[in-house]
């Protein structure tokens, strides 16, 4: 487009500083390389154009807006005169004509094939940007449910309020409850967050606090311990918005400061600090205060910079826009009255570095996540017995271990190529995720409370089973069978309709066989409890031993249970070179087998004889046959060219006659009740009867 000659001799080109004063920069023709990417320019050919550097902050933009906006007023200009807003690489085609060497084609940017200035780094490295893989940090629950976060102190909960709830010290504990949507009800998550200076009595009642407020939710919540600095991506995308400051209010991190004799070096809106802005968007973005030192500077990142007498923003040289837009975002959150002085890598004037005790070296790159593996799944075995400890080791190839006293035992398997249906109700399962494990615990399991699972899996932490170098502090999920969160769902193909099939193993299957996708009759979920603990003394499950060395539950899970324990064990056995390891050693073993029997009239009690009842129909129970029409053997076979039709298919065995039934099983039917279930299965099965 070509200008007449009249039109060029109004044009004025305007540089915009950080005071929002205009400074000409020339008149009539001007050239493209006079606008820099970090500034913004006012443009006045009659109509006002304002130019914007990509490079530019916000405040800087909105104090180029404001000072266009005065100098139209001051200058008199028609209220009609044109105001266009520009953005580089974005420019209208009546703007480029204003300037002589504009390009006709605009040449793709380095930053646009990838990651901003750090991908174009790469780039010029000979990197291929475009390989470098995307950071996933899509959450996989709904972030907008309801919130709410508790301070402890000792024995003590304080509620925070809705503007401090994001606001946690380093040297304290918390509790974050999180109540959201989930698969057509609403799910509760709880965290229990850890500063990395806090003590260990509030580490402690921080747990114990967690675990009682899970108890009095009506569902099984997830349960998380989470440390300091090594949070899940999901917990800032919850808060959207956190700071975390340097020191801490409880009693006993006063206490301990005091004994010490450290200084105190809580945050004082009236002391320097130094903040590191970090996160990938405002939905999940992250204040940390940082020692004000010059060597807790980064390049890649922006810092926000408190003295007695004024706010700096320093913006590292390998920052990139999106850090700029956090950094506006962070500073209005800490203070909307602060008014901060801009500063850039390698501008800053003195008074900056004396704030900072003066110009140090400092690291210029982002610490660069490794490769992280697909998870690995582990069956823990959880034995109480050490008769049944010691048979199970000799028939095991692997190791085995003693762990705590509420334990006993635990033996360590990994699961390869898994599915949902390794998930089974009397196992323990960890999904080892190298950044964060799950201990999943299925309703039949021996393992009845939340604290339990969660010291399995410290103790599997400190075991670090494949060498991995994992750190304690990664956080620990605690998910209960029927309770599945989206995000661990999204490990495994889940398919949701198989939650409701419920009961042990061998009913569940059964249930499969014979066509019922749907809830058994006479059992109900129960919520994993934090705390919990079976009505057998000391909370602990007992063992019998039968002569055959194999072990079978006395506690309230139904017989079968143990059975289906056994057989999962077996089936685990079958696993190409297992990872097999030793955890938890130095605890004491316990003695020699204990049995013990639930108290009358306990709720262990009453669900043992319900589930009994539902297993077994009181016809079924007469073993003899007595009233029961007999049929040959032949007829009874699974695979029986002249099967009998009108019978319980899966007792099969109870239709033989007394003679024809000691003949095949050997032994008289009462001799077979009195079996354990997994061995009258294995029978019947042997028989062509299962």
């Given amino acids: 487009m070509l200008l007449l000659a009249e039109e060029w001799l109004f044009s004025h080109l305007n540089r915009i500083n950080l005071q929002g004063k205009l400074c000409e920069t020339g008149s009539n023709a001007f050239s493209k390389e006079i606008l820099e990417t970090d500034k913004c320019y006012m443009l006045d050919c009659g109509e006002i154009f304002v130019w914007m550097g990509r490079q530019t902050l916000l405040t800087e933009r909105r104090t180029a807006i404001r000072a266009v906006e005065d100098f139209v007023r001051n200058e008199g200009r028609s209220n009609k005169t044109h105001l266009t807003f520009l953005s580089e690489g974005l420019e209208s085609t009546i703007f480029r004509s204003y300037f002589t060497n504009w390009p006709k084609t605009v040449e793709t940017r380095l930053y646009e094939e990838g990651k901003e200035k750090v991908a174009a780094i790469f780039k010029h490295q000979g990197y291929d940007v475009k390989e470098l893989p995307e950071e996933d940090n899509e959450p996989s629950i709904d972030c907008s449910g309801k919130i709410k976060v ?8 304080s509620l925070l309020s ?3 709830l994001t606001k946690l010290y380093r040297g304290d504990c918390y509790i974050v409850q999180y109540t959201f949507p989930g698969n057509g009800r609403d799910e509760t998550l709880f965290y229990a967050w850890l500063g990395s200076r806090c003590v260990m009595e509030d580490k402690t009642a921080a747990i114990s606090h967690m675990s009682t407020m899970a108890d009095s939710v009506r569902t099984s919540p997830v349960m998380a311990q989470i440390h300091e600095g090594k949070e899940p991506a999901q917990f800032f995308s919850i808060l959207q918005r956190l700071i975390v400051f340097k020191g801490g209010n ?6 301990f400061i005091e004994e010490k004799g450290t200084v105190d070096d809580t945050y004082n809106e009236n002391l320097a600090a130094l903040f590191r802005v970090q996160g990938t968007s405002p ?14 500077l980064n390049s890649s990142y922006c810092y926000i910079l408190q003295t007695k007498a004024s706010i700096y923003t320093w913006i590292g040289s390998l920052s990139s826009a999106r850090d700029h837009n956090l950094l506006d ?6 203070n909307p009255k602060w008014l901060p002085v801009s500063v850039r890598e390698g501008n800053e004037p003195d008074i900056f570095w004396d704030a900072l005790g003066g110009k140090a070296e400092y690291p210029k790159g982002k610490e660069i996540q490794g490769f992280i593996e697909d998870p690995h799944l582990f069956a823990l075995k959880i034995m109480r017995d050490l008769t049944w400890f010691r048979t199970i080791l000799g028939e095991m190839t692997g190791k085995a271990c003693l762990i705590d006293g509420s334990v006993s035992h635990a033996h360590v398997k990994e699961i390869y190529n898994y599915t949902q249906d390794d998930l089974i109700t009397e196992d323990v399962l960890l999904l080892d995720c190298q950044r964060e494990i799950y201990v999943w615990v299925g309703v039949h399991s021996v393992v009845k409370s939340k604290q339990e699972a969660l010291n399995l899996g410290l103790k599997f932490l400190e075991m670090d089973v494949l060498v991995e170098g994992l750190s304690l502090n990664i956080p620990i999920y605690i998910v209960t069978e029927g309770y599945e969160p989206p995000f661990f769902t999204r490990f495994f193909s889940w398919d949701h309709s198989k939650e409701n099939i419920v009961g042990n193993s061998f009913e569940r299957k059964l249930a499969i066989l014979k ?3 749907k809830i058994l009759e006479g059992h109900n979920r129960t919520p994993l409890k934090a705390n919990s603990r079976d009505s057998t003394p000391n909370g602990h499950r007992s063992i019998s031993v039968f002569s055959n060395g194999r072990g079978r539950s006395s506690s309230p899970v139904p017989s079968s249970a143990g059975s289906d324990l056994r057989q999962s064990s077996d089936r685990l056995l079958s696993s190409p070179t297992p990872v097999v390891k030793k955890l938890f050693e130095g605890s004491p073993a316990h003695g020699g087998a204990e049995k013990t029997m639930p108290q009358s009239g306990s709720p262990a009690t009453e669900r043992n004889s319900s589930n009994e009842t539902t297993s077994f129909t009181q016809k079924d129970r007469n073993m003899d046959g007595e009233n029961l029409v007999t049929y040959p053997y032949e007829r009874l076979r699974v695979v029986s060219a002249n099967p009998v039709t009108g019978i319980d298919l899966t007792k099969r065995e109870v239709y033989l006659s007394n003679e024809e039934f000691r003949e095949k099983f050997g032994m008289p039917k009462s001799a077979f009740q ?7 299965n294995k029978l019947k099965m042997s028989l062509d009867l299962f």
């Fill in 150 to 157: 508790w301070r402890v102190d000792g024995d003590e909960l």
């Fill in 162 to 164: 809705v503007t401090e």
């Fill in 250 to 255: 409880s009693t006993g991190y006063r206490k």
């Fill in 283 to 296: 939905d999940n973005m992250q204040a940390i205060e940082v020692a004000p030192v010059s060597t807790s």
């Fill in 329 to 334: 975002r962070m500073v209005e959150l800490l």
């Fill in 515 to 517: 066509g019922k996708q």
């Fill in 674 to 680: 009195k079996l354990p279930r997994w061995k009258q």
